[in-house]
Every structure is written in structure tokens, then in C-alpha cells.
């Protein structure tokens, strides 16, 4: 079956702007979760939502929001970019929400600001 | 969620055992140990979990000690394709994984 798709893989936006990134989790899966990647920080949590419910989230500022469908789909918004929010942003998706199963990650939207 | 530490680099020679060493001396008693291992810009990709037993599988070992205050995740036979940034995580409730700095494995012929 399909992993876990995001788009748009590569994007460049200038300082100010905002982003609306796509996740799409394997079939079945309820439970999708957003991760930032930076050279300097290495991969830190975003948010984890379930059943349209967001159930957890790092410690990001409220620039970043997110939001998931009835269909499980995922979406993460970034307002007012600026040149930090420069980073590989990854999406993962599990059938649930314990901490036994896999997380199953796509490859990721990079997106640089300029 | 309890954190790990791990060696920031290792080298194995390709065919051999490499031997991923990593302490999670806080890790409570309903938290997993999970590896991931990520290539070069690509998406993590699961290796292995368990709880408290060793575990196998067609990727890797998992060797955890008895009081569960580190682990070691072994590949048997490894190869190039295996140079990578594996992951130690301890996990919690969700989908929330901290992530460590991770150990850069080498693998050289």
C-alpha cells in the first residue's frame, strides 16, 4: 500500500509569508504527527492529531497551526514566515495513538525562506 | 518523556556487527524503546522497538538490559547501504518521539 505522502516536497517562500503544507497518511491510519528538522535543532515535534483532534503539541509558536480531516488527511500552516522557519518539515502517521505501533514518516517538504 | 544519550559517531567495517550503543536511564516503566534510522534527507524509517525483551527482526536486534537503563541495537552483517543517523527513542503516549542528536554510522568496505 502507499506511505505517507507530503507536498509539495521542495517550496520557497519569502520572509512574511505564509505556508500551508499537505500530509496524506497510509490508508487506515488515524493518528497523524508533524515534525520540524533543522540543522541546529535536529528533529523536534510539532503536533499529533487524531480523529480531527489536535492531542498534543511541542513547544512552537502559535505561527504554526495545524489541522486534520475526516478522511485523515493533514495540513500544517506557518504564518508570518520567517528565515528560522527554513527546514525539512516531516509528517508521520500510526493507526492509533499508543505507543506500541510503528510511526511510518514520508519524506518531507523542505521549505526554505528567503 | 525520558531522554536518551548516544555516541555521536561510529564506524563499522561493511560485513561486520555494528553495535549501536544508547542509556535511557530515566525511561519509565510503560515507555518503549524505539530505533529509527534516517539516510541522507530521506524520512526516518522504523528499525525495531520493545518494551523490556530482546527483539529480532529482518532488520536488526534489540538487546535491552535487565533494568532497562540502555539498549543496544545491533545490525548483524552490515553494509553500505546501512550509513546512516540511527536514533535512540524513548516513547511515550502518541506520536510524540523526542529525538536526540542521534549517532552517525559509518559503514566502510
Known amino acids: 500500500k502507499a506511505g505517507v505522502t507530503q507536498t509539495p516536497r521542495y517550496l520557497i517562500k519569502t520572509r512574511g509569508q505564509q505556508v500551508t503544507l499537505s500530509c496524506s497518511p497510509i490508508s487506515g491510519h488515524r493518528s497523524v504527527s508533524w515534525y520540524q528538522q533543522t540543522p541546529g535543532q535536529g528533529l523536534q515535534f510539532l503536533f499529533e492529531?487524531?480523529?480531527?483532534?489536535?492531542?498534543n503539541k511541542g513547544n512552537f509558536p502559535g505561527r504554526f497551526s495545524g489541522r486534520q480531516f475526516s478522511n485523515s488527511r493533514s495540513e500544517m500552516n506557518v504564518s508570518t514566515l520567517e528565515l528560522g522557519d527554513s527546514a525539512l518539515y516531516l509528517c508521520a502517521s500510526s493507526y492509533g495513538t499508543g505507543n506500541t505501533g510503528e510511526l511510518f514518516f514520508g519524506e518531507g517538504s523542505r521549505l526554505t525562506v528567503l | 518523556d525520558a531522554k536518551t544519550t548516544q555516541p555521536p559517531s561510529m564506524d563499522c567495517a561493511e560485513g561486520r556487527a555494528a553495535n549501536l550503543p544508547c542509556n535511557h536511564s530515566?525511561?519509565?516503566?510503560?515507555?518503549?524503546v524505539y530505533w529509527y534510522r534516517q539516510i541522507h534527507s530521506q524520512g526516518p524509517q522504523y528499525i525495531i522497538h520493545g518494551l523490556k525483551n530482546n527483539e529480532t527482526n529482518e532488520m536488526a536486534s534489540l538487546i535491552i538490559t535487565e533494568d532497562r537503563k540502555s539498549s543496544t541495537l545491533i545490525l548483524p552483517h552490515a553494509t553500505l547501504r546501512d550509513t546512516a543517523v540511527y536514533y535512540c527513542i524513548v516513547r511515550g503516549q502518541g506520536g510524540k518521539l523526542i529525538f536526540g542528536q542521534g549517532t552517525e554510522l559509518s559503514v566502510k568496505p
Open positions: 530515566t525511561i519509565s516503566g510503560n515507555e518503549y
Open positions: 492529531y487524531f480523529s480531527e483532534t489536535q492531542r
